[in-house]
C-alpha cells in the first residue's frame, strides 16, 4: 500500500473501531471516507441515480402511462436467460401492481372513478381494473436470440400495440421497424453494446448510448427496467404523497370513500404523513428478481448494482416470491443465507436451464406464480431440466477438450474458438466457461443451426473485452451482441476458418500477458488469530460479492498439521484441513487437493489462500478456510 492508503486506513480503522485487515479491505475497493464507508456496508435505496437522467426515459415513462390509461394491450418481451426472464417477471408485476391502484388507493382505500362511493357491501369484492398485459419468451432454437418476427407478429396478431422489450432490441433495428409500419411501438429496455444505429423505438433505455448521460453503466437487462419501472412510480404514483388521496389517472376521493362534491374539486386531498418512498411501497419487493439477473449476468457489483443486490437478497431472505420459494426449497438451500454465490451456482443455474433445454416461458412462470403447489410442480419440473442441463454439457466440454487437446497448434494460441455441429445449443455458454477455466484464455464455442448458420457463446477472461474482439469481426457475423465478458454470435459456416484466424489476430494483438494466467487477488495476510467472530461480521458487511466487488481473500503463511488433516471424499480426491500457526488453529477444505494430504500429514509447513465461511455441524458453527490454493511454505 501506498504511504497515503495506508494513511487513509489509518483513518478507518479509529472513525469506524475496526480492524486494520477490515480498514485495508474498504480502502482496496476505494473507499476514501468514513461516511463513504458507512453507505458501502449499508446502501440506502436514497442513493439511487435519478431515472430520468437516463435518455429517452421521460418518452418511455409517457408512452406506458398512455397505454396504462387508455386500456392498450401490452407484450412484455424478454430473452430466455435468467436476466431476460427476472425481467420479464419484473415488469409484469409492476405493472399488474399499479394496475390494481386504479381501483384502489395504496392504503387499499377503495373508490370508484366517477368518485362515487363504495357501499360496504361491495367493497372486498369489486373486481379493480388490470392493464391488459401478455409476455413473450423466444424459443431458442427456432427463434435464436433477441426480438424475432415471429415475436413481434405474436404482438400484431394479439392486438397489441405497445411492446417493451427487456434484456434486447437494441440491434433489433428491422424488427422494430416492421412493428412500427404495423402500428406497434416499442419501448426498448438494454444493456448490451449498442449498434451503429438506434432501432426506431419510441424510446430506447440504454444506459451505453453514446448520447446518454445516465451515470451509472452496468446495469443488467432486469436493472434498465427497473429503472424504468421506477421513473413510473416517481411520476404517477408516489410523488408528494399524492397516492394517498388521488388515484394514477388524477381521479379525486377521499379515505372514507365519500364522494367528493363537484364544487370542491380543487380543494386539497389528504397527503400521506410522509411520501411513499419507491423503494418501500412498490419497488422493493422486486429488486429480488434483480439480485437473480445481477448475479447470473456478469455485471459488476458496485454502484447502484450493489444497491440493488444488497436489497434483492434482503427480500430474498425475509419474503421471497412464492416460485423463488420453491426453487429454493428443491435445490436444498431454503434454510441457508442467500449469497450471490448461491444465486450463482444453485439458482441461476436452474432458472437458465429452462430456456437452454426446453423453453424460458417455464421460468417465467415460476417468477410469478403466487400459487404454492403449482410453484412446487415448476420447481421440480425446472430442477429436472437442470439435471439434464448437466449431463449435457457435461459430455460437451468432454468432446470439445478432446478436439482442442488433438489440435497440434492450439498450444500457441491466445484465444479458444472451437465447433461442432451436433453440440446442444443450450450449454454452449456454461462449455465456454468451462473451457476458459481449463486454457484461460477468451473462449467461443460454436454449433450448427439452420440453412448453413453457426450459432455460439463467447467467455472472455477478466479485464479482457471479448465484445470488441468479435465486433473487428463483425462483417463475417450475420448477427451478434453482448457486453464485455459475454456475448452471442452467428455467422455462415464457410466463414468459420477465416473468423477463427482473425478471432485469433486481434485477441494475440490485444490481449496482455498476465491475463492468459489465473491468478488470485489475495487481499492481506492474516495470523489465524485475527480470524475472529467480529473480523468475520465485518466481511458480511462487505456483501453481496461478486465481479468488481470479489469475495476477500487471504494468506496465511507456515501453518503446520493440527491434529486431524487428512484426504476426504468418495474417491478420497479432497483435503480436510485441521492447521495450525503453533499458537491457533482452524479446519478448512481444498477441494481437488488430496494430493497435499501425505504432506501436511508428515509436519511439512504450507501457505494456504483462502476465503473465510461458516460450517454450521452438529446446530454448531465454526469459521473455516474454503482453500483456493496451497503450496509448500
Not at 157 to 186: F, M, N, P, R
Not at 294 to 304: H, K, N, Q, R
Not at 344 to 349: M, Q
Not at 553 to 566: A, E, K, Q
Request: glycine share 8%; charged share 25%.
Amino acid at each position: 500500500m501506498t504511504a497515503v492508503e495506508q494513511e487513509l486506513q489509518q483513518q478507518l480503522e479509529r472513525e469506524l473501531s475496526i480492524s486494520s485487515a477490515a480498514a485495508r479491505m474498504l480502502v482496496v475497493r476505494g473507499i476514501q471516507t468514513a461516511d463513504e464507508a458507512r453507505q458501502f456496508i449499508r446502501p440506502s435505496m436514497d442513493k439511487l441515480h435519478d431515472p430520468f437522467l437516463m435518455k429517452d426515459m421521460d418518452k418511455a415513462v409517457e408512452r406506458l402511462h398512455k397505454a396504462l390509461t387508455q386500456g392498450e394491450k401490452i407484450l412484455i418481451y424478454g430473452d430466455y436467460d435468467v436476466d431476460g426472464t427476472t425481467a420479464v417477471a419484473l415488469m409484469y408485476r409492476f405493472l399488474v401492481g399499479i394496475g390494481r391502484s386504479q381501483g384502489e388507493l395504496m392504503d387499499g382505500t377503495k373508490c370508484l372513478k366517477d368518485n362515487g362511493p363504495l357501499p360496504n357491501s361491495e367493497a372486498s369484492n369489486i373486481q379493480y381494473p388490470i392493464p391488459n398485459i401478455d409476455y413473450y419468451i423466444p424459443d431458442r432454437y427456432t427463434e435464436g436470440y433477441g426480438v424475432s418476427q415471429r415475436g413481434i407478429d405474436y404482438a400484431i396478431e394479439q392486438g397489441c400495440s405497445l411492446v417493451i422489450t427487456l434484456d434486447c432490441g437494441i440491434k433489433a433495428v428491422e424488427k422494430i421497424a416492421y412493428a412500427a409500419e404495423h402500428g406497434v411501438d416499442v419501448i426498448v429496455c438494454d444493456h448490451h453494446t449498442p449498434g451503429d444505429e438506434m432501432p426506431p423505438a419510441v424510446a430506447v433505455l440504454n444506459m451505453k448510448r453514446k448520447d446518454c448521460p445516465y451515470p451509472f453503466k452496468d446495469l443488467s437487462g432486469c436493472g434498465v427496467g427497473f429503472k424504468l419501472a421506477q421513473a413510473y412510480t416517481q411520476r404517477y404514483l408516489v410523488d408528494n404523497g399524492r397516492s394517498q388521496g388521488e388515484l394514477m389517472d388524477g381521479t379525486k376521493c377521499l379515505k372514507d370513500n365519500g364522494p367528493l362534491p363537484n364544487n370542491q374539486q380543487g380543494v386539497p386531498y389528504p397527503l400521506a404523513k410522509r411520501p411513499l418512498p419507491n423503494s418501500e411501497s412498490i419497488l422493493l419487493p422486486l429488486t429480488q428478481l434483480l439480485a437473480m439477473s445481477i448475479a447470473s449476468d456478469i455485471v459488476s457489483i458496485m454502484g447502484e448494482n450493489r444497491i440493488l443486490a444488497y436489497y434483492g437478497l434482503r427480500q430474498l431472505n425475509a419474503q421471497p416470491f412464492t416460485g423463488l420459494s420453491a426453487i429454493m426449497q428443491v435445490a436444498g438451500i431454503e434454510s441457508k443465507q442467500m449469497t450471490i454465490n448461491e444465486l450463482v451456482f444453485k439458482i441461476g443455474p436452474r432458472i437458465n436451464a429452462c430456456g437452454r433445454m426446453k423453453s424460458g416461458r417455464a421460468a417465467v412462470e415460476l417468477l410469478l406464480t403466487d400459487d404454492p403447489v403449482f410453484a412446487r410442480q415448476q420447481a421440480e419440473e425446472v430442477n429436472q431440466h437442470n439435471e439434464d442441463r448437466r449431463d449435457c454439457d457435461s459430455e460437451t466440454t468432454r468432446e470439445a477438450l478432446e478436439l482442442l487437446q488433438a489440435d497440434p497448434d492450439y498450444p500457441n494460441r491466445r484465444s479458444t474458438v472451437v465447433y461442432a455441429p451436433h453440440w446442444h445449443k443450450g450449454v454452449l455458454g456454461i462449455v465456454a466457461s468451462r473451457l476458459m477455466e481449463t486454457y484461460y484464455r477468451p473462449t467461443i464455442v460454436l454449433s450448427a443451426g439452420e440453412d448453413g448458420i453457426i450459432s455460439g457463446s463467447a467467455r472472455s477472461v477478466d479485464g479482457f473485452d471479448v465484445y470488441a474482439a468479435i465486433d473487428s469481426c463483425h462483417d463475417l457475423l450475420t448477427n451478434f451482441g453482448g457486453h464485455k465478458y459475454a456475448a452471442g454470435l452467428s455467422m455462415h459456416v464457410d466463414d468459420l476458418p477465416e473468423f477463427q484466424e482473425r478471432f485469433e489476430a486481434y485477441v494475440a494483438a490485444h490481449i496482455r500477458p498476465d491475463q492468459l494466467q489465473p491468478t488470485l487477488q489475495i487481499e492481506s495476510e492474516l495470523q489465524l488469530g485475527d480470524i475472529t467472530r467480529s473480523f468475520y461480521n465485518v466481511l458480511r458487511h462487505l456483501e453481496p460479492f461478486g465481479p468488481g466487488n470479489p469475495r476477500p481473500l487471504f494468506v496465511s503463511r507456515r501453518l503446520i498439521n493440527h491434529r486431524d488433516s487428512r484426504a476426504v471424499g468418495k474417491e478420497r480426491e479432497h483435503l480436510r484441513l485441521d492447521v495450525t500457526d503453533r499458537v491457533n488453529a482452524i479446519t478448512g477444505i481444498a477441494f481437488g487437493r488430496a494430493d497435499m494430504a501425505e504432506y501436511i500429514q508428515n509436519g511439512n509447513a504450507v501457505d494456504i489462500c483462502y476465503e473465510l465461511n461458516e460450517n454450521t455441524y452438529n446446530h454448531h458453527t465454526t469459521l473455516q478456510m474454503m482453500v483456493h490454493d496451497i503450496k509448500p511454505s
